[in-house]
């Protein structure tokens, strides 16, 4: 059993991340270690390689696999997860955003920069979390780090990873991101080591990094919703893209779509 004190949700509200022990049991694990290889070389269309050709690794990545491989959607429904998000967001209610998973091959250069979550998406409020739940063990060196606080409602400008350009909001709309590693002193770094079956949990607004990594580093990310997290369609292109959804859903309208069921209350 998975336990959350509310010291857990208490931490998670105010820095905008936390670390959860054991999420996921060893079988859990297995199957879902199983379910990403399976997925790497059975990519959606949405899948990518996010590092560059010159890497001499490789960070592949795919959005939105829950309802075509079957451990993914174990994980989502029927593991301990959307009670624990249902905890950390004080949320009755847990959507389903999206799943996406992220693999870091041995020797990977490519970092991934500071960012927040939420400017790529097409959905606006403040209950959320993202599951970052790796199936290899991480080192503190190679894990996901976040700056503490900084989900206090700040929107910091998207760029994208390889060419560091805004395609999304108008240039100067928002907020450009600190130089996080320049300005160190500044700033509370979150990471935690990680074995196999635990997980972080952040808000979408936290901002968070990577380094590479020297070993294989296959992760699988949840992305889910509370209660008041509402439409927000955009003009461009979001990560990932929903096509259809803005006709079929109102600016402002809750979630209420097959693409993103209930899992809690079960």
Not at 64 to 78: K, V
Not at 188 to 210: K, P, R, S, Y
Not at 243 to 253: C, P, Q, R, V, Y
């Amino acid at each position: 059993m998975v336990v959350v004190s509310e010291a857990d949700v208490e931490f998670y509200q105010r820095n905008g991340a936390v670390v959860i022990r054991n999420l996921l049991n060893a079988e859990e694990v297995e199957k879902l270690a199983t379910a990403i290889d399976w997925n790497i070389e059975n990519p959606s269309p949405l899948g990518q390689t996010a590092s560059r050709n010159s890497d001499p690794g490789r960070f592949f990545e795919d959005f939105c696999n829950w309802q075509r491989i079957s451990a993914y959607r174990e994980i989502i429904f029927e593991s301990a997860l959307p009670e624990v998000a249902s905890k950390l967001m004080r949320s009755a209610v847990v959507r389903l955003y999206h799943d996406h998973m992220l693999t870091k091959e041995p020797a990977t250069k490519q970092p991934t920069p500071w960012h927040q979550d939420l400017p790529y998406y097409n959905i606006e409020g403040s209950q959320n979390i993202s599951f970052w739940i790796p199936v290899d063990p991480v080192s503190r060196p190679a894990t996901l780090e976040f700056v503490a606080r900084s989900n206090d409602g700040t929107w910091y400008m998207p760029k994208t990873f390889l060419t560091d350009q805004s395609k999304w909001f108008p240039e100067g709309s928002l907020a450009e991101v600190p130089d996080i590693d320049g300005e160190s002193d500044s700033h509370e770094i979150l990471g935690w080591e990680l074995n196999q079956g635990d997980a972080v949990a952040f808000h979408m607004l936290t901002l968070h990094g990577a380094r590479g990594s020297t070993n294989r580093r296959r992760a699988f990310s949840v992305r889910v919703m509370g209660e008041d997290i509402r439409h927000a369609p955009r003009t461009w292109r979001t990560s990932p893209e929903f096509e259809g959804l803005a006709e079929e859903l109102a600016a402002g309208a809750e979630m209420n779509h097959p693409l993103f069921p209930i899992i809690h209350p079960r």
